[in-house]
């Protein structure tokens, strides 16, 4: 039955991460693997979506019992799925983007203006971050300026003005929005950590090329020592733990290019099998 297939695709979507996650491997190809995350979740939410629809919509005879009961699940399903989808859409988008507006006027307000987008807190905290979207604003404060040699600032305003320069915000925001519209009992906010993890590591390799190993994983140690006394744990200053793996990547090997087609094959396919299963079905 197809809405008992397509169910069971979810299901085997979302229990992909649980596997994912401890293939540290996959986290030196940064930019496939959140491809492979993302894709995965993506595919997950329109199995969940398309099951009732597609089960419906389709001639058949009067169901059995078994029949009947998996039509109910799938129609439970696909409906609550919409309406968090719709809802995690709305909401998600509309709190971050109150949130940079309300941050980005406070730090224009308190902040030194450096540039027409760099703000300088007056703060005796060691900490930088971005504040994304129209009107972008990275922050240092000044703490960091005076207790960060010159190769580490240099290496922490290379990763922040990464992050503002591709957009990394818009990774883990769709994330969320798919993440979250899917039932409680089948997703992992492993997930979710990874992906704010692999968003990072992108940032690392990009500032990598300007500013070096050395300096950068300098100044990962210095945010993240910082950050175990504070409670900014905004770019650079996450966690000790983040930061004991991203300097582990940092200084690890690039991977072979095979194995990056892997992941973008792995990503091609979590997108592709579901319908062409289902087509098969319907065949």
Do not use: K
Not at 18 to 34: D, N
Not at 58 to 73: G, I, K, N
Not at 211 to 237: F, K, N, W, Y
């Amino acid at each position: 039955m197809i809405a008992a297939l397509l169910l069971l695709c979810a299901a085997a979507l979302l229990a992909a991460p649980h596997v994912l996650v401890r293939i540290e491997r996959l986290r030196r190809s940064p930019r496939a693997a959140l491809f492979v995350w993302q894709a995965l979740s993506l595919s997950a939410v329109l199995c969940l979506l398309t099951a009732a629809p597609i089960a419906w919509l389709r001639p058949r005879p009067l169901p059995t019992v078994p029949e009947a009961l998996v039509l109910v699940v799938a129609t439970i399903a696909s409906i609550g799925v919409l309406v968090r989808l719709l809802v995690n859409g709305h909401s998600v988008g509309r709190r971050i983007r109150a949130a940079r507006d309300e941050h980005r006027q406070l730090v224009d307000l308190v902040g030194r203006h450096e540039g027409a987008h760099t703000r300088v807190l007056p703060s005796e905290r060691l900490s930088a971050y971005y504040v994304p979207g129209a009107g972008s604003r990275l922050v240092i404060t000044e703490a960091a300026l005076a207790a960060l040699p010159d190769d580490q600032l240099a290496a922490v305003v290379a990763h922040e003005e990464a992050h503002l320069r591709e957009r990394h915000d818009l990774v883990p925001e769709f994330f969320t929005v798919l993440h979250t519209a899917t039932p409680r009992p089948l997703r992992t906010d492993t997930a979710l950590r990874e992906v704010a993890l692999l968003v990072e590591v992108l940032a690392d390799r990009a500032a990598r090329e300007d500013v070096g190993e050395v300096a950068l994983g300098r100044a990962i140690v210095s945010l993240s020592e910082a950050a175990a006394q504070t409670d900014l744990t905004p770019g650079l200053s996450a966690g000790a733990g983040a930061a004991a793996t991203r300097i582990r990547l940092l200084v690890a090997d690039d991977p072979a290019p095979w194995q990056t087609l892997v992941l973008y094959a792995v990503c091609a396919a979590a997108l592709v099998v579901p319908p062409v299963l289902v087509a098969v079905v319907v065949r």
